[in-house]
């Protein structure tokens, strides 16, 4: 089953979650050859279901020891031929071990850990620094993987502020909605993004939408918020000094993209000018980069899914401001 229960909004880790741990470094092993062990890079990956030495008086659904500091996934797989073990721990299938964990939600007296949280892997000769990747069911859903904390944590230009997070939340209900209200189907073998219409059509649709959003912007007592995908982005445009008449000026340098709320590729409709909204640019060529993984063939692993933000993007409402 999926994780029900939130820890510091990620996903606590107990034994009846689904999920693989997979090394993000080489888990590298001495291997026998004719010549003597020679050391090869392998990969590593340890399943949830293996978890041990989890909680003994506090239990999840069904009775489920709770991942804490201290407990493990007791095997890992995959570094099966250096069986002469890794270079650092001298043995191959071994257990992970929690790097990180949450450091004010305590269980038994120890810290809990989610799904997130990064992993020593075979007795700490590599690590996992992504953690835990959960296979999706038909139950789950199709979750960007985003993470708006990271991104507002950042420095200089590739900082992220709450309004840009809140936007991302804006986009993603849209794209949700379109999920369930698209009016037209993918063919089939097609990814989201490759829906059948003419590029020249949609630059002429966002051409068009551009210079009757640049007219009324240039009159300020017009009130524009409307054309905005959260009215933060208003907000912030509103802010700018100068403020640009067509925030979608400067290419992918312009503060803002002309982005259709109920997507072109989820049966939105090309031609109405009512479908724009000002996106920021970085939130939407994000966002645009996430969803390719989204696909509606029969093959796709995400087929009819719900569409989600990440956790740490605190939707509906998005992060509060600085």
Same mark, same amino acid.
């Given at each position: 089953?999926?994780?029900?229960?939130?820890?510091?909004?990620?996903?606590?880790?107990?034994?009846?979650?689904?999920?693989?741990?997979?090394?993000?470094?080489?888990?590298?092993?001495? *291997? =026998?050859?004719?010549?003597?062990?020679?050391?090869?890079?392998? =990969?590593?990956?340890?399943?949830?279901?293996?978890?041990?030495?989890?909680?003994?008086?506090?239990?999840?659904?069904?009775?489920?020891?709770?991942?804490?500091?201290?407990?493990?996934?007791?095997?890992?797989?995959?570094?099966?031929?250096?069986?002469?073990?890794?270079?650092?721990?001298?043995?191959?299938?071994? $257990?992970?071990?929690?790097? *990180?964990?949450?450091?004010?939600?305590?269980?038994?007296?120890?810290?809990?850990?989610?799904?997130?949280?990064?992993?020593?892997?075979?007795?700490?000769?590599?690590?996992?620094?992504?953690?835990?990747?959960?296979?999706?069911?038909?139950?789950?859903?199709?979750?960007?993987?985003?993470?708006?904390?990271?991104?507002?944590?950042?420095?200089?230009?590739?900082?992220? *502020?709450?309004?840009?997070?809140?936007?991302?939340? $804006?986009?993603?209900?849209?794209?949700?909605?379109?999920?369930?209200?698209?009016?037209?189907?993918?063919?089939?073998?097609?990814?989201?993004?490759?829906?059948?219409?003419?590029?020249?059509?949609?630059?002429?649709?966002?051409?068009?939408?551009?210079?009757?959003?640049?007219?009324?912007?240039?009159?300020?007592?017009?009130?524009?918020?409307?054309?905005?995908?959260?009215?933060?982005? $208003?907000?912030?445009?509103?802010?700018?000094?100068?403020?640009?008449?067509?925030?979608?000026?400067?290419?992918?340098?312009?503060?803002?993209?002309?982005?259709?709320?109920? /997507?072109?590729?989820?049966?939105?409709?090309?031609?109405?000018?009512?479908?724009?909204?000002?996106?920021?640019?970085?939130?939407?060529?994000?966002?645009?980069?996430?969803?390719?993984?989204?696909?509606?063939?029969?093959?796709?692993? &995400?087929?009819?899914?719900?569409?989600?933000? &990440?956790?740490?993007?605190?939707?509906? /409402?998005?992060? =509060?401001?600085?």
């Amino acid at each position: 089953m999926t994780t029900h229960i939130v820890v510091n909004n990620l996903g606590l880790t107990y034994k009846g979650t689904i999920g693989l741990s997979i090394a993000t470094i080489p888990d590298v092993c001495k *291997t =026998p050859s004719p010549g003597g062990p020679i050391p090869l890079p392998y =990969p590593n990956i340890a399943n949830q279901s293996t978890l041990k030495d989890g909680t003994t008086t506090v239990f999840a659904k069904g009775g489920k020891m709770i991942a804490i500091k201290g407990s493990q996934y007791g095997m890992s797989s995959g570094d099966e031929p250096g069986t002469v073990g890794g270079v650092k721990s001298n043995v191959f299938k071994k $257990a992970t071990d929690w790097i *990180t964990y949450s450091f004010d939600v305590k269980m038994d007296g120890k810290n809990t850990c989610r799904h997130t949280d990064k992993k020593f892997h075979n007795d700490k000769n590599t690590v996992n620094l992504a953690g835990d990747v959960d296979p999706l069911k038909a139950t789950d859903c199709f979750m960007l993987n985003i993470r708006c904390d990271k991104k507002m944590k950042k420095r200089g230009k590739k900082k992220w *502020t709450p309004c840009m997070c809140k936007q991302l939340c $804006a986009k993603v209900a849209s794209l949700d909605r379109a999920r369930l209200n698209r009016g037209v189907s993918t063919p089939k073998g097609k990814s989201l993004r490759r829906v059948d219409y003419s590029q020249s059509d949609y630059d002429s649709y966002k051409a068009t939408y551009t210079e009757r959003f640049t007219a009324r912007a240039a009159d300020k007592k017009n009130k524009m918020e409307s054309q905005f995908a959260h009215p933060c982005a $208003a907000e912030e445009w509103n802010a700018m000094d100068p403020r640009p008449a067509n925030p979608t000026e400067g290419g992918s340098s312009a503060p803002f993209n002309a982005d259709h709320l109920h /997507d072109a590729a989820l049966g939105g409709p090309l031609a109405s000018m009512r479908n724009f909204k000002m996106l920021n640019t970085r939130v939407n060529t994000t966002i645009g980069a996430a969803m390719g993984r989204y696909n509606r063939d029969n093959s796709g692993d &995400h087929d009819g899914l719900p569409i989600r933000a &990440h956790p740490s993007c605190k939707c509906p /409402d998005g992060p =509060p401001d600085a």
